[in-house]
Each structure stands twice: as structure tokens, then as C-alpha cells.
């Protein structure tokens, strides 16, 4: 993922007591209020290295009236710790350096829950070192100037797994559910259900595949240019990645019934990254843009206006939730400006989702609670 990111107002009152979740008395009032509700996204590698780091955080989250802690529970990065190493007990995956007797998800769903506060499972999926080391044929393989090899990022040291695969969906999706049969999470939110371009997968087993059913080897579309064999192409995989999300959710329909269940997703005009919202909107009950507008070089009218991220996403899922997700250092002016064009333009959304890539502090938390009802 770039960047990441309760039900929510007065709709996430309703919906919560309507399944028979618990709501504290500081989110019914929010709800009530119009104020935002607050989420946070947090990275587990910079925050929770112990039971002491967990508390802190909690006490200061709880002070400054965040609602939903979206909680990193399998690495997304490839920096301090490898991606796809995880943070609870897992039988699966190869858990984190440093967490194998500390069970970070377990510590901060007790002590979240104890103050009102909300968990969901952040669960990356195909951006996966401990995937790609650990089947070659799982490896995502790309065609450049003539050449299939993995595809391991601009800088050499990123290391994604085919989404197409039956071994790696296999293999995701047993995470998953692990999580949500040992682990009291109020909801699970996917990350990193994409390719990096259209140049992308090009391994045997999809090209196979694709080619059984289009009658061509997808090594010989021309990906530099719109043509029609590229939009194929692109349709054939966003489709997969829709039937992906399709069967995840009925896995974990399976285990936790109704579980409130999202996906962060990168700008819809983003359409090299085979990810199409509304091949999966059916599936979850939410999603949330990444409206980073400063990383890709936008105006922050970018989030909001007819023509910005919430307005793309609107006209791919339909009815169903945004939340979009926000950075933590843009300026007040900045802020006011999204917060007035979203109660304008999206009145709708109720929620909003801030990432910091590091550590949270409870300075960061304050700034984030003064905003809630500009």
C-alpha cells in the first residue's frame, strides 16, 4: 500500500445496536453530535513493542475520543520488519522478530476494548515477502523491455505475490481466517489487493491460464499503450481480484457472521493496479480511499470535488460506506478546506481514518480530536 488508512454518525449507533455490538456513551454522543468519528490507522512495528507501549497509547486514544484503532496485525512494509511477518500467534505465518512472546493483537484488543474502543484487523494481502520466499512459483512476475522476472519494486527491495495464484489465495486467506477465529476484532480491512501496473502478473500459471481463455499469451499485449487487448487484460484481473474479495468475505461469514469488513483502496483512476471497487462492493461493507492528495501530487479540493477520490469511489461501490483515509501532517487551512468540501459535498461520510507511517503520539491524537467538528 501507498499509505493506509464504527459504523458510523448516527448510522453507526443504529447498526451497532441493531447486531448487538456494544457502544460506548462517548461514541453515541459523537454519533449524535455530527462531529467526525475519529480512526486511526496504526503500524504495529512502530507502536506496540510491549504491554507498556499498549497501555499508552489506549489511555491517550481514549482521552482523545478515537473511536477505531485499524490495527496492523501482518507487516504491509518492507523496512523494519519483512512484509507478510505477523503480530499475533500465528500458526501460519512467520511471526515478527520481537513479537514472538508478545501477542500484540491480543494485548491491544483487551486493553482497546476495556475503554470503548473499537479493533479491526489491518491485514495486508499480496505485497508478502514471507509469500514470495516462500513458493518461487507464488513470486510476481512482470514483462520489462522483453523480460519476465519478479517483480520486486521501483527500489529493488519491495516483494509482491500473484493474486491470481490458487496457492497464494490459498495460503491469504488461511490468515485471515486464523484471525478471525482466535481473536475478538470488530471488523477485518484488506490492503494491498492489487497489482503494481499492467505489466503484471506474468508468471506460468497466469499466463496459462489467460491464455486458455483468450486464445493469447497476455506477453505479447502491447501495455504502453490503451488498446483493446490491454483493457481485457485489465478487466480479466480486476475480475479476479473481485472474486477474491467475494470469497474472503464468505470465509468470513463463516466464522464471524455480519463482521464489519473493508478494503483500503488506491484512487479508482489508478486503473493499472487491476483494482476495480465495483467488482467487489457487493462483498464488504466498506472502503476506504487512500486521499493522499499531496503524495500524487493534487489540490486538497481533489478529495471532495466532482471529479476527486470520494466522488470516484462513490460511482464504483454505490450505497455502500466510505471512509476515507487521511494524512496527519497537512496543514489547518488544508484541513479545513476537506473537512468543509466532505460536510458539502459527501455529507454522508461520517468517519474518517488517519494514517501515520511512524509512531503515534498524543500530540498527533489532541490535533485530530480539535478538527473533529470543523
Request: charged share 20%.
Amino acid at each position: 500500500m501507498f499509505k493506509k488508512s464504527a459504523k458510523h454518525g448516527l448510522a453507526l449507533a443504529a447498526v451497532l445496536l441493531a447486531s448487538g455490538t456494544a457502544i460506548s456513551e462517548e461514541q453515541s454522543a459523537q454519533a449524535a453530535s455530527g462531529a467526525f468519528v475519529t480512526e486511526v490507522i496504526v503500524r504495529t512495528v512502530e507502536n506496540f513493542h510491549n504491554h507498556t507501549d499498549v497501555v499508552k497509547f489506549m489511555n491517550s486514544a481514549a482521552t482523545r475520543h478515537v473511536s477505531v484503532i485499524n490495527l496492523n496485525v501482518k507487516e504491509d512494509e518492507d523496512d523494519t520488519v519483512p512484509s507478510g511477518y505477523v503480530f499475533y500467534d500465528s500458526a501460519i505465518a512467520p511471526i515478527a522478530p520481537g513479537y514472538e512472546q508478545f501477542d500484540a493483537l491480543a494485548d491491544v484488543i483487551a486493553e482497546a476494548h476495556a475503554r470503548g474502543i473499537q479493533v479491526r484487523a489491518w491485514i495486508p494481502q499480496f505485497h508478502d515477502k514471507a509469500a514470495f520466499d516462500h513458493d518461487a512459483s507464488w513470486k510476481m512476475m512482470a514483462l520489462k523491455n522483453g523480460q519476465i522476472a519478479p517483480f520486486t519494486g521501483a527500489n529493488g527491495n519491495e516483494y509482491f505475490v500473484n493474486p491470481i495464484h490458487p496457492g497464494v489465495q490459498a495460503y491469504e486467506r488461511s490468515i485471515i481466517r486464523e484471525i478471525v477465529s482466535n481473536y475478538d476484532v470488530d471488523g477485518v480491512v484488506l490492503d494491498w489487493l492489487r497489482f503494481d501496473d499492467y505489466n503484471m502478473d506474468m508468471g506460468t500459471y497466469t499466463r496459462q491460464k489467460y491464455s486458455s481463455l483468450y486464445g493469447y499469451d497476455p506477453a505479447t499485449i502491447d501495455f504502453t499503450t490503451d488498446n483493446a487487448k490491454r483493457r481485457q487484460w485489465n478487466d480479466w484481473r480486476t475480475t479476479q481480484i473481485g472474486n477474491y474479495v467475494r470469497d474472503v468475505a464468505a470465509d468470513i461469514d463463516g466464522i464471524v457472521p455480519d463482521l464489519f469488513t473493508g478494503v483500503y483502496i488506491l484512487p479508482p483512476e489508478f486503473t493499472e493496479v487491476g483494482q476495480d471497487a465495483a467488482k467487489f462492493k457487493n462483498h464488504v461493507d466498506f472502503v476506504s480511499p487512500m486521499a493522499y492528495f499531496a503524495d500524487w501530487g493534487f489540490m486538497p479540493s481533489w478529495v471532495y470535488d466532482a471529479a476527486g477520490i470520494l466522488s470516484q469511489t462513490r460511482a464504483k461501490i454505490g450505497d455502500k460506506e466510505i471512509i476515507p483515509g487521511l494524512d496527519v501532517w497537512w496543514s489547518n487551512a488544508e484541513y479545513r478546506q476537506i473537512y468543509a468540501g466532505i460536510r458539502s459535498e459527501q455529507p454522508e461520510v461520517q468517519n474518517l481514518a488517519f494514517f501515520l507511517y511512524g509512531k503515534w503520539t498524543d500530540n498527533d491524537l489532541k490535533k485530530i480530536d480539535s478538527r473533529k467538528n470543523w
